[in-house]
């Protein structure tokens, strides 16, 4: 035969060798599906547990900054553009459109003028457009447009002042007090003028025609500070949206300062801060239990584990003596452990996502948009492939390590991270609190384990009053029991030969698994 078919046929045994352990994987899946159907539950619970802890957060965390921003006051919510000095007709579209632009509330327009003497009386002018929405009662067409002869406006606080005539005259203005009205609150002028005989107070004149006010030529030498602001809606903003909304704001602020050094820009800043701060701060309260679900999920993993081990060992035997490789056997128990838990995290995490569901409907959060910010997303879909990958490495583990050492390194290094952890005191990082509970369940676990088989070969002494038989009886060859062969293996006169390991050894003896 030639050289190349030689090599040709190697090649193909090799391939049909490593595809063996995944052809008996499949049989015994679909032989027995009873088996895998507790691990595969188990598993599963955890999962959904997790999913449903991870959409908690996302719900406390909206929660918690739903409470700032509605007690955030109508002054603190607003976003207000200021100008210094007088306005031409681009500063003012410009700042129309920047508030337009931001999708914010409708817009007020002020002019607050610089305290001036007139009639020998120092008063503030301001003009406040649209003015009804600040002043309660005021009828529509009371005050007429303010030009130089004749400005009608009124006195804003909470009642008449005796010390304010009823007209104010100088130079190039004429200004008639009509009546008094009190603000509804201190959001257009920054502040709510003060009743008559305050000290350190002075009367404020208001009225609604902002151009005619700024035209006046008495009042022209007059510095004023024009403004335009606009409520920012914080009862339509979640959680997750008060980083896009600061972000936004700062771009604006930004490319304000840049267009005029006049030109300034103030917002919620320091609530939505605040805001963002408790949305964060909210999920690390459940971390605790978040760090339970790890827990569950790794003891469920080790119940699968020790359940299906003898099953699995007795599968590894048959195959070692079948002449199948290392490689082969963890292959074999790498594929059945992966496919299990992948199969059980799907399904934990479609309960976990109905449950999350559920729970964010019954807390009045909107469910798609809970689910799209805490489970769908890049960090959940991260979250699942290490889960899986975990899960599978020490499931596999526990039935390829045979010797209780690693159980028993596993739980020292548990137990030092956890007085590392408890040594950094409740000041430290708050992730800690997310590993605090697998790692105590963790070492007490090992730790009641060897205490449980010392305590049990002491009573069992003490009950017998004789040594205690500490393995399995061996023959007098002082071997165990030589494993019989599966008939997956040999049921169709098919095995793996003495190197490398056949295909047809499964081939012809999977349907019997």
């Not at 997750?240 to 300034?264: K, M, T, V």
């Not at 009573?459 to 494993?483: D, K, N």
Request: net charge positive; proline share 7%.
């Amino acid at each position: 035969m030639p050289l190349s078919d030689q090599r040709y046929r190697r090649s193909l045994r090799s391939v049909r060798g490593w595809f063996a352990p995944l052809m008996l994987a499949a049989a015994r899946g679909r032989r027995r599906p009873a088996r895998w159907l507790l691990p595969v539950l188990g598993i599963a619970l955890a999962a959904a547990f997790a999913a449903g802890v991870a959409a908690q957060s996302q719900v406390a965390g909206d929660q918690s900054a739903r409470s700032v921003l509605d007690g955030t006051s109508r002054l603190g919510s607003e976003v207000r553009v200021t100008w210094q000095g007088a306005v031409s007709p681009g500063v003012a579209n410009q700042a129309r459109d920047l508030l337009r632009g931001l999708g914010l509330g409708s817009q007020t327009e002020v002019v607050l003028m610089n305290p001036v003497r007139l009639g020998g009386v120092v008063v503030r002018p301001a003009a406040i457009s649209p003015l009804d929405r600040w002043l309660p009662g005021l009828p529509p067409g009371r005050l007429g447009p303010c030009r130089a002869e004749r400005c009608p406006m009124l006195l804003a606080g909470p009642g008449p002042d005796p010390s304010v005539p009823s007209t104010l005259a100088a130079i190039g203005v004429r200004i008639q007090v009509v009546g008094s009205a009190p603000l509804r609150s201190a959001v257009p002028l920054g502040f709510v003028p003060s009743s008559a005989g305050v000290t350190g107070s002075m009367p404020v004149l208001v009225t609604w025609d902002v151009a005619g006010l700024e035209s006046l030529p008495g009042l022209s030498g007059v510095y004023r500070a024009h403004s335009w602001l606009a409520p920012l809606t914080t009862t339509g903003l979640r959680g997750w949206q008060l980083g896009g909304a600061e972000d936004r704001l700062a771009r604006a602020q930004a490319r304000l300062l840049l267009n005029g050094s006049q030109f300034s820009l103030s917002a919620p800043f320091t609530a939505l801060d605040e805001a963002r701060a408790q949305a964060s701060a909210a999920p690390q309260r459940l971390q605790l239990a978040g760090g339970g679900a790890v827990a569950a999920l790794a003891l469920f993993i080790v119940l699968a584990g020790g359940g299906l081990r003898r099953d699995q060992q007795a599968e590894l035997d048959r195959l070692r003596h079948a002449g199948a490789r290392t490689g082969q056997c963890v292959m074999f128990v790498a594929v059945e452990a992966g496919w299990l838990c992948a199969v059980a995290l799907s399904v934990g995490a479609a309960a976990g996502a109905g449950a999350a569901a559920l729970l964010a409907s019954g807390e009045g959060e909107p469910p798609g948009a809970i689910l799209m910010h805490s489970l769908i997303t890049p960090a959940g879909v991260i979250a699942l492939a290490a889960g899986w990958l975990a899960a599978t490495v020490l499931l596999g583990a526990l039935v390829l390590v045979r010797s209780a050492r690693l159980t028993d390194v596993l739980a020292v290094a548990a137990a030092s991270a956890l007085v590392a952890a408890l040594a950094e005191g409740p000041g430290s990082d708050h992730a800690l609190a997310l590993l605090l509970a697998p790692l105590c369940c963790a070492a007490v676990g090992v730790l009641t384990f060897r205490a449980a088989g010392v305590v049990l070969r002491g009573a069992e002494r003490v009950a017998r009053g004789g040594p205690v038989l500490t393995g399995p009886q061996r023959g007098r060859s002082g071997r165990g029991p030589r494993p019989a062969r599966s008939a997956c293996l040999t049921g169709a006169g098919f095995q793996y030969p003495a190197r490398g390991g056949s295909a047809s050894a499964l081939a012809g003896a999977r349907g019997q698994c």
